[in-house]
């Protein structure tokens, strides 16, 4: 019963995050800047009362560590860099960014946790590697929405491991810290032209204030979906994500896939087939820990 439940949220989470360009697409015409003041702000208000309503508030004081400060800045950029990315219809562009993820984090494995690779482990970064270079060329530049997701949101998991909070108390603690920042960018820095909470209709208002659910409530499902379900699953299902944007991309966007481009893809998507089929692999053949629970 757990684990069917754990696979409703988990399914739940990703897929809803897979649609968040249908959401960022509307908020138009506010900004990227604007779109994330009030991610930041209304999200902050959805973890408190969220917290005040689970009688959790006292958590808060508790949640607070010093490198949730750092990860505030850091999912800032992922959030800002995302909804860019969406704007200005480079939809496919942000899913490689999720593609590319799990193979960042093996990275960040080896060169901040002094972490040995297994031979299907470097095979999967060489081909990512690979891709990373078709992509470049045919993009004619760096895809460099794709990398600083990626990195972003890489960085940011390295974080949210090391320290133990719960993920309502770390994300309103995040949400927290940039709001005052968020605040006074919009009071004294963007003016009129970048405050269409004002300017626009009573839904966009409506729909800038649902910025705070929207970004919370995914969080929560992903957090009891992770307490119930094993690692390579939550692993594999990640991908829905991604695929759901780069299916908007093409679809609902009408971006193009040249031929070159989609090579490009197809050796991101090796590369982590590479991966995945290691790691169902690697626990396949792991003994069972002693005295672990059923």
């Not at 006292?58 to 909804?83: C, E, H, S, T």
């Amino acid at each position: 019963m757990e684990i069917r439940k754990g696979l409703g949220y988990a399914i739940a989470a990703y897929a809803l995050w897979g649609l968040f360009p249908l959401y960022f697409a509307v908020l138009k015409p506010a900004g990227p800047l604007e779109v994330l003041v009030h991610r930041c702000v209304w999200t902050a208000v959805f973890g408190v009362l969220l917290l005040a309503a689970l009688r959790r508030l006292r958590g808060l004081r508790d949640a607070f560590q010093p490198k949730l400060v750092l990860a505030a800045f850091v999912i800032a950029v992922n959030w800002l860099v995302y909804v860019y990315g969406v704007h200005t219809n480079q939809v496919v562009e942000t899913s490689l960014g999720y593609f590319l993820n799990p193979l960042l984090t093996v990275i960040l494995g080896v060169t901040l946790l002094r972490e040995r690779l297994r031979a299907a482990q470097w095979l999967a970064v060489g081909v990512g590697a690979a891709a990373a270079v078709v992509l470049t060329v045919e993009y004619g530049r760096l895809p460099w929405i794709a990398i600083t997701l990626a990195v972003a949101f890489g960085t940011y998991g390295v974080l949210k491991k090391s320290v133990a909070v719960p993920a309502a108390e770390g994300v309103t603690v995040e949400t927290l810290l940039l709001a005052p920042i968020a605040l006074v960018y919009t009071f004294w820095f963007a003016g009129p032209q970048g405050n269409t909470f004002v300017s626009g209709s009573v839904w966009h208002t409506v729909l800038l204030v649902l910025a705070g659910p929207i970004t919370g409530i995914p969080l929560l499902m992903y957090a009891g979906a992770a307490r119930r379900l094993p690692l390579t699953m939550m692993g594999l299902l990640q991908y829905i994500t991604p695929v759901l944007q780069f299916t908007l991309g093409i679809t609902v966007f009408g971006e193009a896939m040249p031929p070159v481009r989609l090579f490009g893809f197809g050796l991101v998507w090796l590369a982590l087939a590479v991966l995945s089929f290691d790691g169902l692999r690697q626990r396949r053949t792991a003994p069972l820990p002693v005295g672990g629970s059923q």
